[in-house]
């Protein structure tokens, strides 16, 4: 936390558990569901000038929750930027051109993303970006399994996600779900859900 004005100005928690006490709190738990990362986003909109929500992804999926802490810019008093470039989104903190390119929002503003996995690499966060910012909304990238696809998809409705592009493996798991156009029937297959 940076220099405090005060005693226990911030008190800051890498455990499961959110901290309790101190002017602000910070809480950066390894999350490895949709479930524990909602329990955390709501916890953070409880008290937004005061609680810091940074989830961390496992070793095993690394970078997995960066979308979050994008989307958490002006939200929270603390957020981070990697200092230099890691691949394939192997962190969760944002690069500086990842922070750059999202808008400060509030709790429950519309969003879009491109759902799959993988999806670091996808250009849709880049491409759709002023198409998007023309309504306010921010485009992010999202990492997600197909076994996860229903959970996460509730997670995010819950959170503001309006709009996606779908690529694998998601394709056919979002035609299950879908009003489909004609085409889309033909093939089984959707690359776009609203």
């Given at each position: ?21 101190g002017l602000h709190l910070k809480w ?167």
């Open positions: 936390c940076p220099d405090p004005p005060g005693p226990q100005w911030c008190l800051s928690s890498h455990t499961e558990r959110p901290p309790s006490g950066a738990p390894i999350v490895t569901n949709w479930q524990d990362l909602h329990r955390g986003l709501q916890w953070q909109n409880e008290a937004p000038s005061v609680r810091s929500y940074l989830p961390r992804s496992s070793e095993e999926e690394p970078g997995r929750w960066k979308w979050a802490r994008l989307l958490m810019k002006g939200r929270q008093e603390f957020n981070f930027v990697c200092e230099s470039f890691v691949p394939q989104g192997g962190s969760d903190q944002p690069t500086w051109s990842e922070w750059l390119r999202v808008h400060e929002t509030q709790v429950g503003t519309p969003f879009a993303a491109v759902l799959g996995d993988p999806v670091f690499l996808s250009f849709t966060p880049t491409e759709q970006r002023e198409f998007f910012k023309a309504l306010g909304w921010n485009v992010v990238a999202i990492p997600i399994a197909l076994a996860k696809a229903d959970e996460a998809l509730g997670v995010l409705t819950a959170w503001g996600l309006r709009a996606s592009a779908v690529t694998s493996p998601l394709k056919t798991w979002a035609y299950s779900i879908s009003n489909a156009s004609p085409e889309a029937r033909a093939l089984e297959s959707v690359n776009t859900l609203a």
